[in-house]
């Protein structure tokens, strides 16, 4: 419910605050006073589009708050959702910078005009004459009939698994064209993976056959430095072996003596104890050195693949050429395995229809269970508007198609005049006849479900008379369910209202300005008298205002 709304520095309002409270408001004013204005501001604040226009003085910012109860709409789970604090009075503000720049918050933190239009259809919903082109809407036909059929839960049931069923194609038809694409390029994968698989590649098979080629070619180089290097070590007398036998037999004679000397000798024996050990390696090593043409020939081929299949695949290791190796064995295995996947994602298709065409058909029941309902209280609502010929014909028919709100196919037909024939509603009602079918299935949808406030600018155009008391009775029984506000310039309408506000123009030091007050008695009695007689009020005039208000 809107409970206030400030608006400064917007057309032709330098500063305005007014409250407002729940059952059956009444704006009314001169044509040009600046009702308008008020609508706009509203709009601006719920997320319609500004400019520099909008600004009065275009030095200043302009500022539009709206207060909002909304403790019985439970929204805590939108406000969740889009990351926003819930307070039960929430605050909307909207700001236009002198720079044109525009700002949105809802209780102060910043949001983009997409959440501030998504959190109006859940706040108010503003009506016009101009509005009544939904009522030829096939989503807003179905609305209204799933309201009388209490559908809420099964429709969001539906779409559930509607979601569920679209994302399950969406994924079928990815797997059959990324078959389609693996089998066109099987016959080439299969060959490079068969390729790579006898070659059988090893991480570190290139760098240990580069070492022992390197050894081959330089084999009379290592043997003849291996030989050397052994006679230096084992010769008689004068290798390094013996005479580090004589050394150590030396130090051990006086080990005794000192333990220094007994250190030294211990450590010339570890030099010897090693040298035997490297001598050994050498010796192995010299007798292993051996060289086999064949041997180098083969290392040499099987290094040269290794090359040619890195050069083919643009690889730069044997590591990345495993890596392909296993991307190719995926690709080949997908064609092997991809009927099997795409039957399992048949069935997992099969499933869901299922479960949706059952939920389907429950929607659909209800909906035909509903429908003479709807029918008989629109035009008994209409009658008493003055339409006493008004019918409907409302025909659902179950389809196969899986629409966003079930599988119906539906005819919302109409016809005004007795004898007539039905057509569709934008084809063969007027612009009053529009605007009162409206009224009546807005009176029905708050009976049946949680509408938000809702503001009727100027709904009553083009009808007088009794038809006007019956607009305004209806009126009053929707604002027991909501919050309602009626721009009108009918007194018969206006003084139905719980509370009337006055939209007025005022001229300020040569500025005119435009205001909004909420009336007294008195000043009730004064408007709704002016209403019906004009600016030079008759006695009649007030009597009958008066009367109109008990």
Do not use: W
Not at 31 to 38: M, N, P, R
Not at 52 to 65: A, F, I, P, Q, R
Not at 88 to 106: C, D, H, M, N, Y
Request: glycine fraction near 4%; include cysteine; hydrophobic fraction near 40%.
């Amino acid at each position: 419910m809107l409970t206030q709304l400030s608006i400064n520095n917007y057309a032709l309002i330098n500063h305005l605050s007014i409250d407002f409270s729940s059952g059956l408001s009444i704006i009314t004013g001169e044509t040009g006073a600046g009702k308008s204005i008020l609508l706009g501001a509203l709009g601006l604040v719920l997320g319609n589009r500004a400019d520099l226009s909008s600004l009065k003085d275009t030095s200043n910012k302009c500022v539009v708050e709206a207060k909002v109860a909304i403790s019985n709409y439970q929204l805590q789970d939108f406000f969740k959702e889009v990351d926003l604090d819930y307070e039960a009075e929430t605050i909307i503000r909207r700001e236009i910078l002198p720079s044109g720049k525009s700002r949105a918050f809802v209780n102060d933190t910043p949001v983009t005009l997409t959440v501030l239009n998504e959190l109006r259809a859940k706040l108010i919903d503003v009506h016009s004459q101009h509005q009544t082109i939904q009522l030829s809407d096939t989503n807003f036909q179905f609305s209204i009939i799933d309201a009388l059929a209490k559908n809420k839960e099964r429709i969001e049931s539906y779409k559930r698994g509607y979601s569920q069923l679209n994302n399950l194609k969406k994924e079928h038809a990815q797997l059959e064209a990324k078959q389609l694409e693996a089998n066109q390029q099987y016959d080439y994968n299969l060959h490079l993976f068969k390729e790579l698989e006898a070659a059988n590649i090893q991480v570190d098979e290139q760098q240990i056959l580069e070492e022992k080629l390197e050894i081959l070619n330089n084999i009379e180089e290592i043997k003849s430095n291996l030989s050397e290097a052994i006679g230096i070590t084992n010769t008689e007398e004068i290798g390094i072996q013996s005479l580090l036998s004589t050394l150590e037999n030396r130090l051990t004679k006086i080990a005794s003596f000192s333990r220094e000397y007994q250190e030294i000798s211990e450590r010339i024996t570890s030099v010897k104890i090693e040298i035997d050990d490297i001598v050994a390696e050498l010796e192995t090593a010299n007798e292993l050195v051996d060289f086999n043409p064949n041997e180098a020939e083969e290392i040499n081929d099987r290094l040269q693949l290794l090359y040619n299949l890195q050069q083919k695949h643009q690889a730069h290791s044997n590591q990345e050429l495993i890596k392909i190796f296993e991307e190719l064995s995926n690709k080949v295995a997908q064609v092997a395995t991809a009927d099997e996947l795409i039957e399992q994602k048949q069935n997992e298709i099969i499933l869901v229809i299922e479960k949706l065409d059952k939920v389907a058909s429950l929607i659909s029941s209800a909906r035909n269970h509903a429908t003479p309902k709807l029918t008989k209280e629109l035009q008994v609502l209409l009658m008493d508007l003055g339409m006493e010929n008004a019918r409907f014909s409302i025909n659902i028919t179950p389809t196969d198609t899986y629409h966003s709100n079930g599988k119906d196919a539906l005819e919302f037909l109409f016809s005004a005049n007795k004898g007539g024939n039905f057509g569709a509603l934008k084809k063969v009602a007027s612009g009053g006849e529009l605007s009162r079918i409206m009224l009546t299935v807005k009176k029905v949808l708050s009976a049946n479900t949680q509408l938000p406030t809702i503001i009727f600018d100027e709904i009553d155009t083009g009808v007088s008379g009794e038809v006007s008391n019956k607009i305004a009775a209806i009126m009053q029984q929707m604002s027991n369910d909501l919050q309602v506000i009626a721009i009108t310039h009918l007194p018969q309408i206006a003084a139905k209202g719980s509370h009337h506000y006055k939209v007025y123009k005022e001229e300020i030091n040569g500025v005119t300005t435009t205001n909004l007050k909420q009336l007294s008695t008195d000043e009730r009695i004064i408007e709704i008298a002016e209403m019906l007689s004009g600016k030079d009020i008759s006695e009649t005039a007030l009597t009958h205002a008066k009367e109109l208000l008990r």
